[in-house]
């Protein structure tokens, strides 16, 4: 992978100086000690995929903390590439980290379904990362107690136990490199999963499609009607914003492309209609009209979301289809070309394409979806799985894809049952068993394919749902999706302990009766983690 220079770092480079001089003396002992198992983990979830349409941006946060542990190894493989995302297709992360480096108010590392200019809020610094990474002060760099000192289960389940998670909760802990399990509880109990079944929907459309898909919208001409059609493709990510950029697919840019096809052919006027047929089934998910999920559409701009935002919950429009259409004549109008009000129809196989957009491959959007939990993504793919399967592009239709693609897989599917890709709907299913063996077969180098899952989950205390967790514990070390519906409170992810081992994890709870203790509880259970260095 090509990774550039950030423009930030002649800047920072002083900084950078100062810190990397005061970690040297731990990262020459760390080094001797991790050596070999180093050389095993960052062989087992070495950064793939080679596919990514561009290169990424190396964080010189990283590569300075990095010094401290032999566990930022793994953290510069397999957990340095992360969301999240602005409307112009970018990773934000990365830069205002680094140009944060030259002020002192931090960067917006966020973006939850903030709208266009809204003000960035402040970033964590980067104490706590260095800390994490096994600095001195707070829990996470604390070396009191030899590794392998403590049992793992004597630190974990005291934090399981906490009232703040219910009556009913579960977690498993796995060594990523070895497989081997280090903690379970409750570890085949079936219990809501929440977001964390977008890790199972990631893992079953890149196993079926591939990290390089791209989804294509394109505008069809019918010769015998002289009709234009747009043709949705099941791009989520398809935008209208005004300079989106050069990744997304933009809705502008097929405007101006089919108008100079249009142009060619002498035509200024013309009927203007879209296709949705690609999907099937109802468009409203079961819970009905909700801020979290546009309905379902293969055509959509935006997500369908009327505010401008491009992540969160947002109000929706209620035919994303025609809302795009009508943005596409508008565009249309803007490079001469003047259509009637768009309707619905079909293109038939006798229609000419005249231009297409593409989104960027599918290693990005798996990326975004679980940065920013997103669930039009998540909607999306699971259709998208249906199809390579076969089956329809529903609801119905893609939760038995997905389920299919993981038996494939050889994963563990006792107890495990599917009624969407977002983990929107309580009647999922998903073990903690289920939730690691899907991390760590992400991990595993025979299947780089597979990457995106782990390089796509948020970072404690930077970047999406984590942004704001963890700015006084385990900033930096643990990767994770959430998961939170009404009563349920879930955590997925990955963690480089002291010693330097990759840990995948998962941590349900249900029967909830304080989101907000109950998040911190399980937040707690993942810094314990990162701490321990247990064997």
């Not at 514990?473 to 009563?487: C, F, N, Y």
Request: with cysteine; proline share 7%.
């Amino acid at each position: 992978m090509v990774v550039p220079v950030l423009r930030p770092w002649r800047a920072a480079r002083p900084q950078v100086a100062r810190i990397a001089n005061a970690v040297r003396p731990r990262l020459a002992r760390a080094a001797t000690a991790a050596g070999p198992r180093i050389a095993r983990l960052t062989k087992a979830v070495r950064v793939g995929p080679a596919h990514l349409s561009r290169p990424r941006t190396v964080r010189t946060w990283q590569y300075t903390a990095g010094a401290a542990t032999a566990g930022l190894v793994l953290a510069a493989g397999v957990v340095t590439v992360a969301g999240p995302w602005d409307a112009n297709g970018q990773r934000t992360a990365e830069e205002d980290r680094a140009a944060a480096l030259e002020g002192s108010g931090g960067a917006d590392h966020g973006r939850s379904g903030t709208a266009a200019g809204a003000a960035p809020r402040p970033a964590p610094s980067a104490a706590p990362v260095l800390t994490g990474l096994g600095g001195t002060g707070g829990a996470v760099g604390t070396r009191k107690a030899p590794s392998g000192g403590k049992a793992l289960p004597d630190v974990l389940e005291p934090l399981m136990a906490a009232p703040a998670l219910g009556d009913d909760r579960a977690a498993a802990v796995v060594d990523v490199a070895t497989g081997t399990r280090l903690y379970g509880t409750g570890v085949g109990k079936a219990l809501t999963p929440a977001s964390t079944t977008k890790i199972a929907t990631a893992v079953a459309a890149l196993s079926a499609l591939g990290p390089d898909h791209r989804l294509t919208t394109r505008a069809a001409f019918e010769p015998d009607t002289r009709e234009l059609v747009l043709v949705g493709g099941g791009d989520p990510t398809l935008t209208a914003h005004p300079k989106a950029g050069g990744e997304w697919a933009d809705l502008r840019t097929l405007a101006a492309d089919t108008a100079k096809a249009l142009g060619r052919r002498g035509i200024h006027e013309i009927t203007l209609s879209y296709d949705t047929t690609l999907y099937t089934g109802p468009a409203l998910h079961p819970i009905g009209v909700n801020d979290n999920l546009a309905p379902v559409s293969a055509l959509a701009a935006d997500e369908g979301r009327a505010d401008g935002s491009d992540s969160g919950p947002a109000p929706r429009v209620s035919d994303p289809a025609a809302d795009a259409a009508a943005k596409f004549a508008g565009f249309l109008k803007d490079a001469g070309i003047t259509t009637t009000s768009p309707g619905p129809s079909k293109a038939s196989t006798r229609a000419q394409t005249l231009a297409t957009v593409s989104s960027p491959p599918l290693s990005a959007l798996v990326e975004r979806m679980l940065t920013n939990s997103d669930n039009d993504i998540a909607e999306a793919l699971a259709r998208r799985t249906a199809l390579a399967g076969g089956d329809p592009a529903s609801f119905a239709g893609g939760a038995r894809a997905v389920a299919t693609q993981l038996r494939k897989l050889g994963l563990p599917m006792s107890g495990a049952a599917f009624h969407d890709g977002s983990g929107l709907d309580r009647a999922d299913r998903l073990t903690a068993d289920l939730l690691t063996a899907l991390l760590v077969k992400a991990g595993d180098p025979a299947r780089p394919g597979l990457r995106p899952v782990l390089t796509g989950l948020p970072v404690a205390g930077f970047t999406g749902t984590l942004s704001t967790r963890y700015t006084d514990g385990a900033a930096g070390v643990v990767r994770a999706k959430t998961g939170t519906l009404t009563g349920v409170n879930t955590l997925a992810g990955t963690v480089v302990d002291k010693d330097g081992r990759l840990l995948a994890f998962a941590f349900l709870a249900s029967h909830t009766a304080d989101p907000p203790q109950a998040q911190s509880a399980l937040d707690a259970a993942a810094t314990a983690l990162a701490g321990c260095g247990c064997g």
